[in-house]
């Protein structure tokens, strides 16, 4: 498995698209870093590029590859190796090529200018979103043979989690407008792990107190330290779930 | 005529005379009033030659009348103060003098040499001032007690008149300096720093009630409830005063019209600085900031009208101005840096002007709670304006629309928050922009400014 591991993360490094992804974000966090006086609000600015790239180069990156590879694993399959094992290094080679290149490209000038901790959540919570879009990008993958449709399917789950679910929130506080809505709020955002992600981290920084009721709500439950293990254990269940239910359908799966 | 009495003859309710006078006269006045009264009789009304001709009679009068006190910690300091007569002068010596309460009921100067200590050990108030012309000045206050029933002060002035307070330190008191039915006081230079504790165990600063023409600069509180507190008050000047850390509010006034606040810096405070019910304040070259929090604010102003708010600085509060039931008002040149929201505005302001004024780095720049908006806005920068500028004339072509669709969503859907910097958040925000629809209507600035003004 290990050796299998190997490869896979060999083959990728050595792709230009990993080496080209490190330096956009790189070139992100340096000059968001140099272009904002205060750390904090570099910071801000760079969460937001992040909920939006990572997530989005995370799961088109790792269906594509899985189809290019897709020739690879049949090989494999051929071999006395159990699916699982074949499959399992094929995910964890994708996750750990493209885990450190966010490391190197955000993790490291963050430590570097900001150094507290909510660069630590950020950069904790972004690594976790990486994986766990990996983790529906082969999700994705083994519900169909069709390259087409998964880098589809792929992109749709990208576009539900970073925009249409915030829609359906937002409808649903509108709708329910006269009810206490703020412990359910909390419920809604660990249904999402780009939510999760985001209000982790905002939760460590001033403008939490812009947020209100909700806010409060959300600080006495991010702030402990009981709450941020809970929101880190759900952001795990992100990343082991569907990579869990994938394999499943691929060991039983006709390639 | 000229008055007989112990008040002096100048007018105080003329404000611009009413600096100048602490400086140029001497607080004795009102003896070579009393003595020379059918000198001034034969006198002309030149009020020049009067004055002069005071003056000359004040130097003889001080050195025949007035007497000078030493007191070290060895003598009794409620003794000495109870023999001294009227216009005496005490030089406090340095020490610690623990002390009960002293009242002083007869104009009296009290000075203190390199901050004698008065230590009062939290049983009762240190200097209630009865009389009128009194100066306390360069002495260490401490360790007022906490009451409920009666607010104990480490200075408390009861219907006075001209008491000048200078250059105090108080520490860890309950109140610090509490004019209360005075006019005419001066209080300068203080130091007043408290220990913070929860809101109701402590006081205010410098607290002021139902007064009328006093000077209040270049003091310092910390600390305390509110560092500055006025209920009543008229006519007044605050300036130069540094108020932050305070449990409440920097500055707190309620009641109190006529009054100008200047060159005035509060930060850090738990509740920013709260103003409420009154009309025709100004507010110059203040500055507000970094007061953070889920219910701070820069400034918050309740039911003000026909005031000014100009030329001040606010950076980084929650809520940089938050407006409610104020009316014919004008706020010009100010800065709104870094702020959560620059201005919330409730729907039933009505009639002021926003106009100058710089909006930089703020999360929402203006929010409201209503679709009518009855407040004229204009020639502002905003950073997050994008119009274009065809003519070079710095003011851009297309009106800018301070409130954002996501701002007003919040304003009715708190919960909504959740979604801040969100993608989606975003979105909605460009197209609102470009097509706007439920943000009101009547909130624009027909004329942004194109670069930020210099102020």
């Known amino acids: ?255 | 005529m000229f008055q007989v009495n112990n008040s002096p003859c100048w007018d105080h309710r003329v404000s611009r005379s009413f600096s100048r006078s602490y400086t140029t006269y001497p607080q004795h006045s009102s003896v070579q009033l009393c003595a020379f009264q059918t000198l001034r009789h034969s006198v002309s009304s030149n009020w020049r030659t009067c004055t002069l001709l005071t003056t000359i009679a004040f130097l003889i009068c001080f050195t025949s009348y007035a007497r000078l006190w030493k007191i070290t910690p060895k003598q009794p300091l409620k003794q000495a103060i109870e023999q001294a007569n009227a216009y005496d002068t005490l030089l406090i010596q340095k020490g610690l003098y623990r002390i009960q309460n002293i009242v002083i009921d007869k104009p009296l100067t009290l000075i203190g040499q390199q901050f004698p200590i008065l230590d009062i050990q939290f049983k009762n108030e240190i200097f209630t001032v009865k009389s009128n012309d009194v100066t306390i000045k360069g002495i260490e206050f401490r360790n007022v007690g906490m009451t409920s029933m009666i607010d104990w002060a480490a200075i408390k002035v009861l219907e006075a008149s001209n008491i000048r307070i200078l250059n105090n330190r108080i520490r860890n008191c309950y109140f610090g300096i509490y004019l209360s039915a005075s006019d005419h006081c001066l209080v300068q230079g203080n130091d007043v720093q408290g220990n913070p504790k929860e809101e109701q165990n402590t006081g205010n600063g410098i607290h002021a009630w139902k007064c009328d023409s006093i000077l209040i600069q270049h003091n310092h509180t910390q600390g305390h409830r509110d560092g500055i507190y006025f209920e009543f008050v008229t006519n007044s000047t605050i300036q130069h005063n540094d108020s932050q850390q305070n449990i409440r509010y920097g500055l707190h006034f309620m009641f109190s019209h006529n009054n100008g606040y200047f060159y005035n810096h509060f930060h850090k405070n738990g509740a920013g600085v709260a103003v409420m019910y009154t009309k025709f304040v100004t507010m110059k070259h203040n500055i507000f900031e970094q007061n953070w929090g889920g219910a701070a604010y820069g400034l918050l102003l309740k039911d003000i009208s026909d005031s000014h708010i100009e030329q001040n600085s606010f950076k980084t509060n929650t809520v940089g101005v938050y407006m409610e039931g104020c009316s014919r008002s004008v706020f010009t040149k100010n800065q709104f840096i870094a702020n959560g929201y620059a201005l919330r505005v409730q729907a039933n302001c009505d009639d002021n002007t926003l106009t100058y004024s710089n909006f930089r780095g703020n999360t929402f720049d203006v929010a409201t709670n209503g679709d009518v908006v009855l407040n004229h806005v204009s020639h502002n920068y905003w950073d997050k304006y994008e119009g274009y500028d065809l003519n070079r004339d710095g003011i851009g072509d297309v009106p800018f629309r301070p409130v954002s669709l996501y701002a007003t969503v919040i304003e009715r859907i708190p919960q909504a928050m959740m979604l801040l910097r969100s993608f989606t958040v975003t979105l909605l925000d460009r197209i609102e922009k470009i097509i706007p629809t439920l943000t009101p209507e009547g909130m624009k600035d027909e004329k942004p400014q194109m670069k930020p003004l210099k102020l």
């Open chain 1, 1 to 255: 498995m290990n050796k299998i591991t190997k490869y896979v993360l060999y083959d990728i490094v050595r792709n230009r698209f990993v080496m080209g992804y490190t330096l956009l974000l790189l070139a992100i966090s340096m000059s968001f870093f140099s272009f904002e006086s205060d750390p904090n609000k570099g910071l801000l600015s760079l969460l937001n590029i992040i909920l939006m790239v990572v997530p989005l180069v995370s799961i088109i990156f790792s269906t594509i590859h899985f189809y290019n590879s897709y020739e690879f694993i049949e090989l494999m399959s051929a071999q006395p190796l159990s699916r699982k094992a074949i499959f399992l290094s094929e995910y964890l080679g994708v996750a750990a090529s493209l885990s450190l290149a966010f490391l190197v490209g955000v993790g490291i000038p963050t430590l570097v200018f900001g150094g507290d901790q909510s660069s630590l959540i950020l950069i904790i919570s972004g690594l976790l979103l990486t994986l766990s879009f990996v983790s529906l990008a082969f999700l994705a993958s083994v519900i169909t043979r069709d390259k087409a449709k998964g880098i589809g399917l792929a992109l749709v789950l990208w576009f539900y989690f970073s925009l249409v679910y915030d829609g359906l929130v937002l409808g649903i506080l509108f709708s329910f407008n006269d009810y206490p809505l703020e412990k359910a709020m909390l419920v809604l955002t660990a249904l999402n792990p780009t939510d999760l992600a985001r209000i982790m981290v905002l939760m460590k920084m001033d403008i939490s107190a812009l947020m209100g009721f909700t806010g409060a709500v959300f600080q006495d439950f991010f702030s402990t330290n009981y709450g941020l293990l809970v929101a880190l254990f759900v952001l795990l269940l992100w990343v082991v779930v569907p990579v869990s239910i994938a394999t499943r359908i691929f060991q039983k799966k006709d390639l």
